[in-house]
């Protein structure tokens, strides 16, 4: 099946440091990739959806000078969390949707973020 | 807004014991439902899926069915295994492809 990664898996920052993850589609192009947060014992929230070409489109509440996002390529889309603080900390999981699978979503597994 | 409430957890069941995850849902449209499970360590992988209302997803021995009347989409899988053991997500999507997630709920399965 359609595989994604995403790198690191998991990060310790100081606060006040910028940390990128990246997300990558490994056997297929992704026009399109969501990118979501996750806090303990709570469901996903969708913070942006990634667009290749142009702008990220991000959700109500949502930082975007905060929350970088830059779809570099058709694999690949990074998210930078600039300025990181300890609220920020948290698990960080993307996606992206495969055209011709009935656009089902295939996640990556996910970056722990630790902001001290 | 669409949301999903899925039920508390977790849940501990023996093996070959009945599942069934409750699920309900509320959305502006007619939307498509999921159910994702995530195996420690891995990534969230889609279980099954039912688009429209009355249609039955399947895989695994796990089945849901879309029911429009009472806005749920409930798991079950007549006899787990160990191998089941897992976070489950229930999920549906309206049609810009944006997933919203309930809470999930933590499967454990005792041999």
């Known amino acids: 099946g359609a595989v994604v990664s995403q790198h690191p898996s998991r990060v310790i920052c100081k606060s006040g440091t910028s940390v990128k993850i990246e997300c990558r589609s490994l056997?297929?192009?992704?026009?399109?990739m969501f990118w979501y947060r996750q806090f303990p014992k709570q469901s996903l929230m969708l913070m942006a959806t990634?667009?290749?070409?142009?702008?990220?489109?991000?959700e109500q509440g949502v930082e975007k000078d905060k929350f970088l996002i830059n779809h570099a390529s058709l694999t690949l889309s990074t998210l930078t969390v600039t300025s990181a603080h300890p609220e920020d900390s948290s698990f960080y999981i993307c996606?992206?949707?495969?055209?011709?699978?009935?656009?089902?979503?295939?996640f990556g597994p996910g970056t722990r973020l630790t902001v001290l | 807004g669409d949301s999903v409430t899925q039920m508390e957890g977790p849940v501990t069941l023996s093996e070959e014991a009945f599942l069934t995850i409750n699920c309900t849902y509320t959305?502006?449209?007619?939307?498509?439902l999921f159910w994702y499970v995530q195996y420690p360590g891995e990534g969230l992988q889609l279980l099954l899926k039912?688009?429209?209302?009355?249609d039955k997803g399947s895989n695994k021995g796990f089945e849901a069915t879309y029911r429009k009347e009472t806005t749920s989409f409930h798991l079950e899988k007549g006899s787990v295994q160990v191998s089941d053991s897992a976070v489950y997500f229930c999920?549906?999507?309206?049609?810009?492809?944006?997933?919203?997630f309930g809470k999930g709920i933590t499967l454990s399965v005792r041999p």
């Open positions: 996606s992206a949707p495969r055209q011709g699978v009935g656009n089902e979503q295939f």
């Open positions: 056997d297929f192009q992704a026009t399109t």
């Open positions: 990634s667009n290749e070409g142009s702008k990220a489109t991000y």
């Open positions: 959305a502006t449209g007619y939307p498509s």
């Open positions: 039912a688009t429209k209302a009355d």
């Open positions: 999920a549906l999507s309206e049609a810009n492809s944006k997933l919203t």
